[in-house]
């Protein structure tokens, strides 16, 4: 079992930026792939960004690389999501998510079954 913990959460200005922190329970955690995931009020569940047990991989949603930055520490049980020039439209509740589930040469981080979930954490981008 593996327990998430988001937080870094919060009001932000546009063009601000903001670093996300998930934090796991779990000595099986630097084995799993973690995924960052948001919703926004009445909008469908959206992927954010991927990383695989290593940190040697990642994956990130269209229109997303480039501003956003996924990062792991092993040793800390920590998975990071760091967010720069942020826009209105990226206002959501961020979610992280896990699975131990292993990833082939040819699929992508956000295919993975995502089996555990934290609770969110709040990100509001002000215009």
């Not at 998430?4 to 903001?18: F, H, K, P, T, Y």
């Not at 998975?79 to 206002?91: A, G, H, I, Y």
Request: proline fraction near 3%; hydrophobic fraction near 35%.
């Amino acid at each position: 079992q593996v327990q998430l913990v988001e937080s870094g959460g919060g009001l932000v200005q546009a063009g601000g930026s903001v670093r996300l922190s998930c934090a796991a329970s779990g000595r099986t955690f630097p084995s799993y792939a973690v995924g960052w995931f948001r919703q926004a009020p009445g909008k469908e569940r959206e992927f954010v960004a991927a990383i695989n047990w290593s940190g040697v991989r990642t994956d990130y949603g269209d229109s997303l690389k480039g501003r956003f930055t996924i990062s792991r520490d092993n040793a800390k049980n920590t998975v990071d999501l760091q967010m720069n020039s942020l826009k209105p439209e990226d206002t959501a509740l961020y979610y992280c998510a896990a699975t131990a589930a292993t990833i082939s040469d040819t699929s992508r981080l956000r295919e993975l079954p995502y089996a555990y979930w934290g609770q969110g954490t709040q990100v509001t981008v002000s215009s």
